[in-house]
């Protein structure tokens, strides 16, 4: 029989000790809040639990089959990055950088694995086809973000959610690295009715300034940046849309040209100016040198015409899909993946609070690339019934 007062006094005299090494501007896990109050672990800190829920998660599992930037190109090289891969690179920097500044760990490990848990099939091109069709059927904007909060918050574990910490969760809708900050600083006071006026305001396609409420939901954002900017370009290099030179020279010439010589200049640059304040920042030197390689990333590899000419078909697609759910929803068809995989292992708490354009979108916002396109050919394919 396991002692279970021990094994409680352990976790204390080792939580004590950890309280110890941390930054004054760290996140506590006494302080770890949930709406739902849980008994205490006595093994795993509150933001441990938080991660290893997040891993165990089927959301989790499907990053891997959802492209990162480059749609479709997985079909023919595993080695192109997918969401699986930047996660876990967001989570390495984040570390890195949280161990430097003495922050909490598990906390920061736990927004970077689940920031991304609602990203579409076929990244930003599948986010935004995904949202002109909520758009249509009133159901307002889709935002990767917003859906990654509604992912832990009401679709995993059957539509009971995961009922994490107020802190995994705020970190979670805050990550953004369209963004361009310099200088990160937590808003400390937010509550649950600030994070509820957030997702209104997005969803009604407004804009809202929002900034993490911890130095670890900063640190991950900001690791967000870092983790894609020279992937993206290494990515882009592999599938010969630009070549190495044709990086600016200025960035080449102060962060590097190849993914590791550029993370460890924004990393370095992170720690020294982010040690001891409570914000997290850049120099205005390297500030500016990454903003001038996001604006090249942007014209040469986001709205690189070969790389945007899958955009096309993957709106189209996404629009038919759509309404080939909303026609099984309105004719009860069980026969459909939307009952078989989806709203059959649903709780009545997922069931009876969203409609029926909420169930497509959460469905389609669910899937992998692979997935999406079986589906896609199983409802335009001729002999499907």
Not at 182 to 190: G, M
Not at 257 to 283: A, M, P, R, W
Request: hydrophobic share 35%; net charge negative; glycine share 6%.
């Amino acid at each position: 029989m396991i002692d279970q007062k021990r094994l409680q006094e352990i976790y204390q005299l080792n939580q004590a000790e950890t309280d110890k090494t941390f930054s004054p501007h760290a996140t506590h896990d006494a302080d770890a809040w949930r709406l739902k109050e849980e008994d205490g672990d006595y093994m795993r800190t509150p933001f441990a639990i938080d991660r290893d829920r997040i891993v165990y998660s089927g959301a989790y599992r499907r990053y891997q089959g959802k492209t990162q930037v480059f749609a479709f190109t997985n079909m023919f090289d595993e080695e192109m990055s997918n969401r699986s891969l930047h996660t876990t690179y967001v989570s390495q920097i984040s570390r890195t950088i949280g161990t430097n500044l003495r922050l909490n760990l598990a906390l920061i490990e736990a927004i970077a694995l689940g920031h991304d848990l609602g990203h579409t099939p076929f990244g930003h091109d599948g986010e935004v086809a995904l949202s002109d069709c909520c758009q249509q059927h009133g159901i307002g904007h889709f935002h990767h973000n917003i859906e990654s909060l509604h992912v832990v918050d009401n679709i995993s574990s059957k539509g009971l959610g995961l009922n994490l910490t107020f802190q995994v969760r705020d970190g979670i809708i805050s990550h953004d690295g369209e963004v361009h900050n310099t200088r990160l600083k937590p808003q400390s006071d937010k509550k649950e009715s600030d994070i509820l006026d957030y997702r209104k305001k997005k969803n009604a396609g407004q804009k809202a300034t929002w900034m993490p409420a911890t130095l670890e939901g900063c640190v991950v954002r900001i690791s967000d940046t870092i983790a894609y900017i020279g992937q993206d370009i290494e990515d882009a290099i592999r599938y010969k849309i630009l070549t190495r030179e044709e990086i600016p020279t200025s960035c080449r010439a102060y962060l590097g040209e190849t993914n590791s010589q550029i993370i460890d200049v924004l990393v370095k640059s992170v720690i020294v100016n982010s040690y001891g304040y409570n914000h997290i920042s850049f120099d205005d030197e390297t500030s500016e040198m990454l903003l001038k390689l996001k604006r090249f990333n942007y014209d040469r590899i986001y709205t690189n015409a070969e790389v945007k000419s899958a955009q096309r078909a993957i709106n189209k697609s996404m629009h038919i899909l759509f309404e080939e759910y909303m026609d099984d929803l309105e004719t009860d068809n069980r026969q459909s993946k939307i009952f078989l995989h989806f709203l059959n292992h649903k709780d009545k708490h997922y069931l009876s609070r969203f409609s029926s354009a909420e169930y497509v979108r959460d469905f389609i916002a669910t899937m992998t690339d692979r997935y999406f396109n079986e589906e896609v050919k199983h409802y335009l394919l001729p002999g499907r019934y």
